[in-house]
């Protein structure tokens, strides 16, 4: 885009205003996924337990119900408690937002739509996706109070167990693909379903689902909620507070729920690609068989629809998080430790030696033809 | 086993301490003198014909007269039943025993009674709560604090001639 | 680094941390109301656990001293406000015992269907909740929509929700309006799928069953030393139900009934869910078991109000009349234990003869389940608290009185 | 006139990595330290991409800010109770220790300023947003041994083409050293702890440290 | 007057902010009596080294041909970030150790040895 732009503008402007785009492009997801995401946690817990759900803010539906929230929060008066520590008080939710929202400056959206393309996309997501936990672990500390600070020390015990499988998952679709850039591994599941990387080899396909759970855990959703597990630590870290902050923590958690699902996306999913190579059919999509390119226009809707599809993906992932909270309890601590380390490590590790053998022993695959269409 | 006989055990047991047998009340009970509770509860507890081993509850009754027109019978006093019962045997009993209101007839001294705490782990809270709101020191209780009430309450409120304070931390009482 | 010799009286364990008091409560979200429980712990583990209780104090026997029976019904309701019917019904019987009332046939039979209607109302609460407790939402509306049923059915008959003062002394307010039997048997009939819902959600989870088997273990010799009752008695495996054990002023009210005492004897309860043994991981006097007795005590009572619906319908004359509101009482102390949602609600009253009671007592179930808490929590986690508390199903109306 | 970006950003950066690093020296609260201390080394991570080390960068991010000071703030939050969240520093210490940095500082930033004569470096930038190149793949060649950046040098000794020449024996030694350590640490860190629960004492709040208010 | 902004940056640059981040860690290590303070410091000396280690590798900061270390700075960089990871779980837990014998994390009191 800057290129585009400096045809005409000088190249600082240029980039500058490319940067500022990209930005204004990726926050205005973040916050709409994560203002989508309440209205749809409403809504879904409301069908989950048998009533409604919002339905009079904005329509029979409460479409405006999340804007309704946001006017409420902003609104609440600011407390900030004696005992805290201001400075840092103040600052935890911010450095939680950055780090959830800067995970999306690496995610590809479709084939080349990523804010800043990386080789090593893979590994900085997660790296600046662990950072979240930093955010909460300030908040709980600087509280100055004891459910606040129990429930940042369980957050530092059990997000910084989970990067561990977290991780250890990711690289196996990596070795796969031989590339830790995610736009690369995106467009090598291109064509039919049986493409994507879940599909590779039974080994892949159980590292999904152990992916799956390790995420849910190092965004703290139900069942493993225990940094902030309402019946226990009264709120965890978010015990003191409220409004503005509270939000922006609550926005924080709703963006990295729909980071690490779009991660997910991406790694085993066929990312932007569909079930069915239609963009291939309808000529959006360049096809390596034929060797045809289309024309930029029609590759931008091509990429246009890949992004509605990994955008549908992603949300998909959200709303199995949901349903997973609105109905399992609650796992206690040393069981969430046990699951990571007794379970989560050595089943991923074993997916690491499974994949890496059966890489071996099919060096082309059985059914998994790279890049095909 | 009926309560003649249970009564006639406990006063073959403990003779001049088992100071009335009532068996002709709803409730039939047997009053001992305070000094004797603990003892008789644990007679009452570890006797294998007897076996109480569940406490209901403790209650304690102020006898003063306050009203003109209701008038009591006998001394101003303090009785407190034990209502016990063996899931064993399936009997019920009723165990009485009187206090002075006050102790050593002193306004202000809490009559004293020896817990049975260590007899039936329930009393520790119903001998607190007995302690807070009527008033009755339990002698070898672990840790006789008010349960009911604050900590810093005055008065013991089932009293009858309790009078409710005006004030309590700056909140009006009456 | 100093590392002076090893104290024989020092063992090693992992990563030491200070000892931490932490109020749990009176605001907090799984205490039930304002109960507060002071923890000492050490990082996770729950060191000791202190219930602090007075929150809710209304003196409510010093103002029995001041009413008469009758008037001092609507405060019975304010004891345990989950299971109102029932606290209707221990004071009512209480004072019959001492009139020596006896209520006529039907009146009999109308208690029984509305105090068991409100035993799966407690129940109900105490499951819902309990599934909150352990961070599960959803048990909790399903069980509170099948309460707002039975609380519609009450509202038919006495036109209160949660405070009745419907089961008076010397029978009930009123009869059942036209028609409500059938309202009945249709909520039992919707009831049914119901109980298997919440078994789904919450008995058979493994996720359930892990949080609460093996967790607070409560030995039957401990409960009875405690005087636990009721379903926390039960849970620990001793058949030990008023219904059936209880003092015959009370017991006469389920003559012609057939129910099981729920409790897990030789190894198995006497009502047995087919497909669904009880968990390997579960421990007798557990968690767990004590929610699987009021599961199963639902059931019961379902079965008990059927009953209770035919025999009342084939009841001849009317549902009693109740005493006069100054009714003068005979001279004597009686005491009753009713069996209520909670445990064992014991009522005494201490009559001078003036139609105002000397001194009117009542024994909650939920304050000797309360005491304890102590006991369980020794050594558990912080998250295992809530749990333990969860299962006790206490109600601080009834603690505070 | 042009600005160019890599300048800005590397100012930017820089700045912040300065002033939060100053910020730890000068905080007294171990906390807020340790907060500076995390702006600093993601101000040092971004310096890292800035220069073209990727891989380093999000390592950086990964295990130093991620992981490392995840750790301190946990071990923060175990020892920093009360009194000893601020420990001073007496006067002349400050002094003493104000006059060693300030030599430091002049000796190390000599060495800086003239570090172009002795590297034989111009000043030359190359525009970032043109060049991608990968730094993951050398990298992870490296430490199996093959130097993919010197296999079209004109030295070509046997080492290499042994694959001895790369990192792999580091790479091992660090491996089996982390072992070590990460099973040192736990050792060391565990506590010990009277095996008897001690007696239960009345609760009702004696002692600041352990006011049971929130 | 010139422009900052206008002039790219060179190893120089990059050399003094190592700098001073290296005096910071050092005077953070003498100055601090809270040995995780210390370890703070220690922490900060690594990274001002790992910086010129990286920035005597960085292909951007060289002119003609090759950087002065190349690969090889970025795998020492490496390497520090590691060793340091394992020196700081090292320390903690020395600290841990220390504050559970001793009840406190100030350095000055860890005179054993001395008397």
Known sequence: MADFLAIWLPSWLALTLAALVHVTLILTLALTAAAAFTWAERKVAGRIQDRLGPTRVGGRFGWLQAVADGLKLVSKEDIIPRNADPLLFRTAPYVSFCASFCVYLALPFANGWVAQPLDIAVFFVLAVAGLEVLGVILGGYASGSKWSLFGAMREAAQVVSYEVPLALCAVIPVMVAGTMDLVAIGNMQAGWAWNWLIFHNPFLFITFFIYFTCAVASVNRAPFDLPEAESELVAGFLTEYSGFRWSVFFMAEYASMFAVSMLAAILFLGGWNGPLPITVWLGLAPNPATGYEPHALLAYFGNFLGMVNILIKATLGVLLMMWARWTLPRLRIDQVMTMCLKYCIPLAAVMFVGTMIYLYAFPVGLIFRSGGG | MEFSEIAKLVAERFGERVVGVVAEAIDPWIEVLPEAVAEVARFLRDEPRLRFDFLHCITGVDYLQTDPKRKIEGQPRIELIYHLESMVHRHRLVLKTILPRWKDGVEGQLPEVPSVCSVWSTANWHEREVYDLMGVRFLGHPRLERILCPEDWEGHPLRKDYVMPLEYQGIRGR | MAVEGVDPEVAECDVRTDEILINMGPQHPSTHGVLRVVLRTDGEVVLEATPHIGYLHRCAEKIGENVSPRQWIPYTDRMDYLAGMNMNLGWSLCVEKLLKLEVPEKARHLRVIIVELNRIASHLVAAGTYGLDLGSFTPFMYAFREREKIYDLFELVCGARLTYSYITIGGAMADFPSGWLEKCEKFLNEFEPVVDELHALLTDNTIFIRRTAGIGVLPAEVAIDYGCTGPVLRGSGVAWDLRRDGDPWYTRMYEGYEFHVIAQTNGRYPVERPGHPVPKAAVLGDCWHRYYVRMLECVESMRLIRQGMEKYSRAKGGIGEPIKLMQKLPKGEVYLETEAPKGQMGFMIVSDGAAIPWRARARSSSFCNLSVLSELCRGCLIADVPAILGSLDIVLGEIDR | MGIVFHTVLFYLLAILACGFAVAVVLSNNIVRMAFYLVACLGAVAGLFFLAGADFVGALQLMIYVGGTLVLLIFGVMLTARGPLANIQTSRAQWAMVGLIGASLLAVLLYAATTAGKWTHSGQIVADRSHVSKPTATPIGLALLGVRADRLNAERTDAALGKGMAGYLLPFEIVSVHLVVVLIGAAYLARARRRATTPPMAATSGDSNNLDPGD | ?115
């Open chain 5, 1 to 115: 007057m010139i422009n900052p902004v206008a002039e790219p940056v060179s190893l120089m640059h990059y050399l003094v902010v190592g700098a001073i981040l290296f005096v910071c860690g050092v005077v953070c290590m003498t100055a601090k009596r809270n040995a995780i303070g210390v370890l703070m410091g220690i922490e900060l000396v690594l990274n001002g080294a790992n910086l010129n280690f990286v920035a005597f590798g960085s292909p951007y900061l060289q002119s003609g041909g090759a950087p002065s270390l190349g690969l090889d700075g970025h795998l020492m960089a490496l390497f520090v970030i590691v060793l340091a990871a394992a020196e700081a779980a090292m320390a903690l837990a020395i600290a841990l150790s220390f504050y559970n014998a001793h009840a406190t994390v100030d350095v000055d009191q860890a005179n054993e040895l001395k008397r």
